[in-house]
């Protein structure tokens, strides 16, 4: 039924709850995961510092898909977050969408975060909310 399953990750532990049901998903349907990191555009970390940061968060993804044989793809950009997901769903051919409700800021917002947000509100596709 799905055969690209895309999972945004900003590595916080919600998000590696949302990883590990796209690669359990992913493993039983015989589909790819395509891992997402977007480097937000707003933050003024070195850029250096949140490239390493973004490369270290898709190649856990990608080792732990290697542990249970499902292939991964890395897609490491640039961008907005909360506007690019649904850019780089249509790009990756995703079919399926597994998002954590939560991320790095925690529980402050009280049903989800705003990248989970827009991202349930943009895409025309289904979306798995993990929580
Ligand atoms: N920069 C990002 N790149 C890829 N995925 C992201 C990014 N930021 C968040 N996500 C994904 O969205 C999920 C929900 O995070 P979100 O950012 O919406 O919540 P939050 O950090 O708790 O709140 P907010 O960012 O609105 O302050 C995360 O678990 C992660 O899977
Ligand atoms: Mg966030």
New binding site residues.
């Given amino acids: 039924m799905f055969n690209k399953i895309m999972v945004?990750?900003?590595g916080?532990e919600?998000?590696k709850k949302?990883e590990e049901m796209a690669l359990s998903l992913a493993e039983k349907l015989e589909a790819t995961v395509v891992a997402?990191?977007?480097i937000?555009e707003k933050l003024i970390y070195p850029f250096e510092v949140m490239e390493e940061d973004g490369k270290e968060i898709l190649s856990n993804v990608q080792k732990k898909g290697q542990k249970m044989g499902v292939k991964v793809e890395e897609v490491l950009i640039f961008g907005n977050?909360r506007h690019d997901m649904k850019k780089i769903s249509e790009k990756s051919g995703a079919d399926l969408v597994v998002?954590?409700?939560?991320?790095?800021?925690?529980l402050?917002?009280i049903i989800?975060?705003?990248?989970?947000?827009n991202t349930l509100k943009t895409l025309n596709m289904p979306v798995l909310l993990v929580k």
């Fill in positions: 945004p990750t900003d916080s919600f998000a949302a997402v990191h977007v937000d977050p998002i954590a409700s939560h991320g790095r800021t925690g402050e917002k989800m975060g705003s990248v989970a947000e």
